[in-house]
T-cell receptor, first 114, second 110 residues
Framework: DSGVTQTPKHLITATGQRVTLRCSPRSGDLSVYWYQQSLDQGLQFLIQYYNGEERAKGNILERFSAQQFPDLHSELNLSSLELGDSALYFC?????????????FGEGSWLTVV | DAKTTQPTSMDCAEGRAANLPCNHSTISGNEYVYWYRQIHSQGPQYIIHGLKNNETNEMASLIITEDRKSSTLILPHATLRDTAVYYCIVRIDSNYQLIWGAGTKLIIKP
């Protein structure tokens, strides 16, 4: 158990809908990361927050947004969903954001768009 | 783009040491080498990381060449539960992100 908690574990929704994925980082971790992994693909970095502020952006679509709240939990909002958005979405956290700070991953949220 | 090259797949007999190689010839002086593994569709699991010295923890050993252009992850006594995709990652400096490649699919055989 990495200590990173993600909900829901599984989600099935229709095209055009909007969903919110939630992440609670490990206790004391200030940095939160979101990744997407499509079927049999590698992990793609989406976005990173540090202590409530956006710090880095990767391949995140404009239909997707995220935020980190004062209690450090984070939400990833996916809107106008398309079939191609079906994927595993991972949240990860680290204590700080430097190179020596290990990033720990949650178990992921399976999103299926039908 | 991933900055590492790994074999696509490897087999290892249960109980033997599994040695997973990784090339990272363009690594910069302050970039770390991280190893993670992913057991089918589970969250990636951190294994070990290093800068230039060899490292060992309860899971594995990491051997980094002196020129830092390659490294080897060693699982000393592989078990069936070590079957997974192993990712060698160079953590880039500009925004501290992990850049993931395709990894090595390690199959431990009884």
């Amino acid at each position: 158990d990495s200590g990173v908690t993600q909900t829901p574990k599984h989600l099935i929704t229709a095209t055009g809908q909007r969903v919110t994925l939630r992440c609670s980082p490990r206790s004391g971790d200030l940095s939160v990361y979101w990744y997407q992994q499509s079927l049999d693909q590698g992990l793609q970095f989406l976005i990173q927050y540090y202590n409530g502020e956006e710090r880095a952006k990767g391949n995140i679509l404009e239909r997707f947004s995220a935020q980190q709240f004062p209690d450090l939990h984070s939400e990833l909002n996916l809107s106008s969903l398309e079939l191609g958005d079906s994927a595993l979405y991972f949240c990860a956290s680290s204590r700080e954001q430097g190179l020596r700070n290990t990033i720990y991953f949650g178990e992921g949220s399976w999103l299926t768009v039908v | 783009d991933a900055k590492t090259t790994q074999p696509t797949s490897m087999d290892c007999a249960e109980g033997r040491a599994a040695n997973l190689p990784c090339n990272h010839s363009t690594i910069s002086g302050n970039e770390y080498v991280y190893w993670y593994r992913q057991i089918h569709s589970q969250g990636p699991q951190y294994i070990i990381h290093g800068l230039k010295n060899n490292e060992t923890n309860e899971m594995a050993s990491l051997i980094i060449t002196e020129d830092r252009k390659s490294s080897t992850l060693i699982l000393p006594h592989a078990t069936l539960r070590d079957t997974a995709v192993y990712y060698c990652i160079v953590r880039i400096d500009s925004n501290y992100q992990l850049i993931w490649g395709a990894g090595t699919k390690l199959i431990i055989k009884p």
